[in-house]
């Protein structure tokens, strides 16, 4: 029975999210609140009984005098509702600070060694068949190189306007980076559309399937 | 700059409050007039009360108005901290007024009348001096008043009582050139900004003894010499002025369109929709299934499956569930095939997620697939729940798996043998990669979104360093490893209708490019 009411629940969900292909309505517009809403409410629940009971409250609860470092983040996140209230926001500036240097430490030790490095790494290829293991493989290896050096040219800014020596080689190279985005940018616009499609077909197989019944 | 009246501290002009000590700053003080002192608010210029030009703060020296130079003062030296260029230049001006002193002595002496001399004081001649402060408003000082015998000097003068025919003789002719014209009402006149004489030789002519004049004298200007338009300035003005120049152009004229019009606008919409939906529908109540049977397998895909076909029995695998409602039509079903994999190998999962949604949409998968593989929570699998999404997360929980607290689930020594990433999100996937798979070296596989997959895409083709070892991508990927595991599920049963979509589209967009094309090619024939 509750299984049946859920189904009917979300199918009227469903039909009240696309009746927006006619136009922007109140039924779609009450989809969306309650979507937002049931979300924020969820993970306000989430946070509390996955995050701060069994990792902050419990511990503190059953051995306090042992579990006595666990009210550093206790005090800290405290300081931080502080910045609730104007007059007293300077008192969440130590947990602020802390958050974002944690943060941003991490952030930029991995950037730099997960991302930047390897994939730097990754674009010092071969451009001879020999090497790189085949003529489609070295074809493609030349794409790649002249496609990272393009792109990199267009977001170089600091030559100016003036001519010089290189001026025509750097803009010929911005140039092939352009395009080389475009192409970029409509890869991504594809398969952007690639996944709502699939989306699409989850939703009409969910309504005519589960639903509606009509597939076997 | 604002001195905090608390603290001392220094702030921003336009500051509200003290950065210091968050004191507020209040509003600055207004300006007292220099006359009566009666206080006014900033930016008023001149007094309500006694119409005073008021000096307001701030005012350099240099900017104050003008002080009325007396005859015997001119010629004084310069004052202190006053440049030799300025005293020079005040020198001559001295000079103009000595000489017009001069002149108007001479035509004193000319034009005065005999009753007129009799009332100047003789040199030596002390005047008992009156104190001003005294005096009501509108009485005059007693030098002023006209004397008792004022007839009678006139009669030894041989003139008239007429005012006007002594004004008309007496006055000299400069003061005579500021009296008006025509003008018999002294009401009339002194409806200006200064009141007239109403009686007296100067009747009509106002403004002579206010002192607003002295007051009002304007600040001495600052010259500016002019400078040398640059060509950007000069290319800004012709464009200005080109545009200035230009024709007025016709507006657009908006015409309602239409019910008929406004059917054909619509309706090439609905189209749209009605062959999307029916790409859609149709091949999915057909039942149709040529992709189970021709459907190409990618290279990324069958690195995935590779991967995860290689695990030894028993292996400790993390999983993670990075995605939300919105993209879950993507996600489940590879969930779904991957698991399956997984407990068909028989590895102990770990599953964890970065998203507080991603917990949920993945317990109902994991437990169904868990019943068909007869897993048991707690020995076979374990939920690690929801941890948050920011740098510490994944880190963490690697660190966690490693103490001896999780003893009962991970042997002595053991370390994770995969990583599976399932992202919606380009972010969640950059967290395990630069967190956890570069700094442990663990490896790693990922099952993205298809809008994931452009920016996941270069860390699988990094084969120096096999970031990814396998990546699948949207609901065709998970087809994809379906039919690698034999498994025929929805997603394989989705890819007729993903593809007529896909074809649908195609057409659609090359219908409505030669159709644009076609008008434009028609309007111009036309033309």
Redesign the interface.
Known sequence: MSETLAVWIAAILTLMVYSY?IGDNPLYRLAQHLFVGS?VG??AV??IH??LRPRLFEPLLDDASGNWPYFLPLLLGLLLLAKARG?AA?LGNSSVAFLFG??AA??IG??L???FL??M??SWVSVLPDTAGGRVAAANNILLAVGTIGTLSYFYFTMGVRKGPGTGLLTFSSTVGKWVLLI?FG??FG?????Y?????????FL?GDWLG??? | MIECPECGATNKPESRFCGECGQPLGVPKGVTCPMCETPHAPGITVCTECGARLIPEGVSPSEVPLEPRVPGEVADAPEEGETPGAAEADRGESEEIEEDVAGEEQVKGETMPPWLRKLEVAPGEEVAEQDEDDLERGELPDWLEVPPDFEEMLGEAGVTSEEEEVARADVPAWLEALRPEGVEDVAEISGGHSPAEVTGLLKGIGGTLGIEPILAIPPRAVPVEPGTPSSAAYERADLLRSVIREPARPGIEVSDRSGVEKLAASSVRWMTFLVLAVAVVVPILLGSDWSESNMPTGAGTQGMYDAIDGLPQGAMVLVSFDYDPGVAGEMVPQARVVLSHLMGRGARLLSVSLTPEGARLSRRVLEEVADDYGYRYGEDYLSLGYVVGVEAGPRSIVERIRTPDWSDFVGAGEDLALIVEFAGDPQYLRLWLEQVQGPYGLPMVAGVSATVDPFARPYYLNRAQRQLLGLMTGLVGAAEYERISGEAGPALASMDSQSVAHIALILLILVGNLAYFGNSLRGRLGA
């Open positions: 292909l979300s969820y993970a989430v946070v996955n995050v007059t300077w944690v943060g991490l952030a991995g950037a060694f997960g991302s390897p994939q790494q990754a970029t890869a991504i398969n952007r559309v690639m996944a499609v699939s989306l699409l077909i989850e939703r009409i197989y005519l009509l597939l076997g």
